[in-house]
């Protein structure tokens, strides 16, 4: 859910610049504008501010003519992100895509690539609020280190009820499948849920 709101609020901000692409730099204040996420945390605590990376991302690409689209395209620096976002996930062994892989994936954005399509880089936007991108990994193993601890103080004083495990269980599924589904219709963009199911909704982003 989290890295849903990220990547909407990537596409409000292309908007808000009247641009008619998302780029990887736009991803980035997605995932400051989402708020309540490890990424957004960690940027947090590493002094970044939503406005500052705003003002920062105007300045390098400016606003755009006004073109609006139903569907605003992501650039290959962009879906090259978002794969590789889905790959992070897999690497740490977990069953979701977070806004955490969404960063983690931009800090390491262009590795190993001798061009840059002509295009900006998250890592240049990051260097320019004064982030330290080496020090972001890190930032991010603590900060979901922490949320572990805090998930499983939670557990231990929540007792089993009527509302917990099948039911919830049922209803994360059942959320899953809506939002494929809204994919598939074009309505919106998701990015989350278990691995696979990103990797398929990244084919459909590609596509775009």
């Given at each position: 859910e989290k890295a849903i709101k990220a990547i909407m609020m990537a596409q409000e901000e292309s908007r808000r610049l009247n641009h008619n692409f998302v780029s990887s730099e736009m991803l980035l204040v997605g995932v400051i504008a989402e708020n309540s996420g490890a990424a957004a945390k960690v940027l947090r605590k590493l002094g970044v501010t939503l406005r500052k990376a705003q003002e920062e991302l105007e300045k390098d690409i400016g606003r755009g003519e006004g073109v609006k689209s139903v569907e605003i395209p992501f650039t290959p620096s962009a879906k090259r992100v978002l794969a590789d976002?889905?790959?992070?996930?897999?690497?740490?062994?977990?069953?979701?895509?977070?806004?955490?892989?969404?960063?983690?994936?931009?800090?390491?954005?262009?590795?190993?690539?001798?061009?840059?399509?002509?295009?900006?880089?998250?890592?240049?936007?990051?260097?320019?609020?004064?982030?330290?991108?080496s020090k972001v990994a890190q930032a991010l193993k603590e900060e979901l280190q922490e949320e572990k601890e805090r998930e499983k103080e939670t557990v231990s004083v929540s007792a089993p009820g009527r509302w917990g495990g099948e039911k919830k269980s049922s209803m994360l599924e059942e959320y899953g499948r809506d939002l494929t589904a809204a994919a598939e219709e074009g309505a919106m963009d998701p990015m989350v849920g278990r691995a696979d199911e990103l990797e398929r909704t990244i084919q459909i982003l590609a596509r775009r």
């Open positions: 976002a889905v790959q992070e996930a897999q690497k740490l062994s977990s069953n979701t895509v977070d806004t955490a892989h969404l960063l983690l994936s931009l800090v390491n954005e262009g590795e190993g690539e001798s061009e840059n399509d002509g295009e900006g880089r998250a890592s240049n936007l990051l260097a320019k609020l004064g982030v330290d991108a």
